[in-house]
């Protein structure tokens, strides 16, 4: 009983370890790719249907997030006396971790299985196999302009969505909590600074080039037939939000921990 547990333990270690290794491969190749010139009208096709669809859902997400972080908040700082930090405390609060960390999960679960589903489909059909024989490489051809798109549109999706998050925390604090807007936006003024937002989006160029990079990657080694494109998009999915959690609390202590 000992005998298999354990052989089943290496045998997990070992296909994680493999895992890992054909993704660092994967990786190097992109960043080698970059050496050529960038599918600039590809990039943008890319940005179009990674980002812009993107909008509504990251609009109200960060929406009734800004909202319902206000409604949690706001009362205990009016309890206190402390009224006059609430705009600071959420705008900074959004700019820091929730806005490029909710963004990054919503195009985790939208941009990481758009780009899995594509790939794996073209795999199955055998047209990455199609690409191969005309001499064009799939990582130059497929994941270099996902990749560069993703980390332009991240960026750009999280200084929208903490806009959007700032404003539903104004819509409580003022119509709901009783602060005047002069006093919330006077403290987002004297609390906030170009930091706490440039912070977060550094963060948000990091999470697009890991969620494009695993989706292509699971994309391009997807179990044959249709179940295997819903099992690698899957994959995408778990292993980006990881990802991104694990790589938020790096950034966090490399950007905010001085």
Partial sequence: MLIKFLTA????????????GSLVLLYAD?????????????????MSHLGVDSLTIVSLTLLFTGVVFTLQT?????????????????AIAIGRE????????VCAGRVGAAITAEISTMKVTEQIDALR???????????????LACMIVVPLLTVFGDLIGVFGG????????????????????????????TGGLIKAI??????AVLGCYYGLNCPEGAEGVGKATT??????IIAIFILNAALTFVIYGG
Avoid: C
């Fill in 9 to 20: 333990l290496g045998a997990f270690v070992i296909r994680r370890f493999e895992d890992f």
């Fill in 30 to 46: 992109t960043m080698k790719q970059l050496r050529h010139k960038p599918r600039m009208r590809h990039i943008i096709a890319q």
């Fill in 74 to 90: 706001a009362h205990e700082f009016i309890r206190f006396g402390a009224q006059s930090t609430v705009g600071g405390i959420i």
């Fill in 98 to 105: 929730l806005g490029p960390v909710l963004v990054g999960v």
């Fill in 133 to 147: 024989v005309m001499a064009v490489s799939p990582v130059d051809y497929l994941i270099v302009p996902r990749m």
């Fill in 170 to 197: 104004w819509i409580v604090a003022v119509h709901y909590s009783g602060i005047s807007s002069y006093l919330f936006m006077h403290s987002i003024d004297i609390f906030v600074e170009v930091h706490d937002f």
């Fill in 206 to 211: 990091f999470f697009g080039n890991v969620i």
């Fill in 235 to 240: 994959k995408t999915v778990v292993a980006s």
